[in-house]
């Protein structure tokens, strides 16, 4: 009787295992991941951030695949077109640059995901010049007392998480 009752359990949790297996593939399939298995999730529980010293760069990517052998890191973004956004490249250069400095392996390429559509971004030499000039440029502007405004947008002001501190915010026109 116990040994049938450990099958029957056995067996429940065999089906358990298939049905979320499933129900990850179905969620990748909508949300416009692409293929390949996920190491690293801060989506539905956040997950603890990258650190690479070599850098001094922190963060946390909304994915990171494993695809042929490599670490991919995936960042999921909201937001008009047209895709995909500079700061969204610049961040998710960012996330390939520490990726790449935490796992000591080669990271190719980061992918955003723009309303389902997945959007393939080269970690090529040229990405990775701008990364390290914005780094160099951010670093100096630490360094300074005062740093004035680079726009004049009202609509970022009003996005901007820094609001709260900043002296040079510009209002919108209501
Ligand atoms: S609120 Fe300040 S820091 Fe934020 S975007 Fe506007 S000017 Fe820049």
């Known amino acids: 009787m116990v ?14 295992a298939l049905w979320l297996q499933q129900s990850v593939k179905r969620k990748k399939k909508s949300s416009g991941i692409p293929q390949g298995t996920i190491l690293y ?3 539905n529980v956040p997950a603890t951030p990258l650190f690479s010293r070599r850098h001094r760069l922190t963060g ?12 991919i890191p995936v960042e999921v973004k909201s937001g008009k077109g047209p895709y995909p956004h500079q700061n969204h490249i610049l961040q998710l ?11 000591g392996e080669f990271v190719p390429e980061g992918i ?9 971004i080269p970690f090529d030499p040229k990405l990775r010049f701008e990364l390290e000039s914005v780094m160099k440029t951010m670093r100096a502007s630490l360094r300074k007392s005062s740093v004035p405004r ?10 901007c998480s820094m609001r709260r501190y900043c002296t040079d915010i510009l209002i919108e026109n209501s």
């Open 3 to 16: 040994i049938i009752i450990l099958i029957f359990c056995a067996f429940l949790l065999f089906l358990t």
């Open 60 to 71: 946390k990517p909304d994915y990171i695949l494993s695809k042929q052998n490599r670490c």
């Open 41 to 43: 999730s801060d989506l």
């Open 93 to 103: 250069a960012a996330y390939c640059q520490i990726l790449e400095d935490t796992s």
């Open 112 to 120: 955003l995901v723009y309303n389902n559509v997945p959007y393939t």
């Open 150 to 159: 680079n726009h004049d947008e009202p609509g970022r002001c009003h996005r």
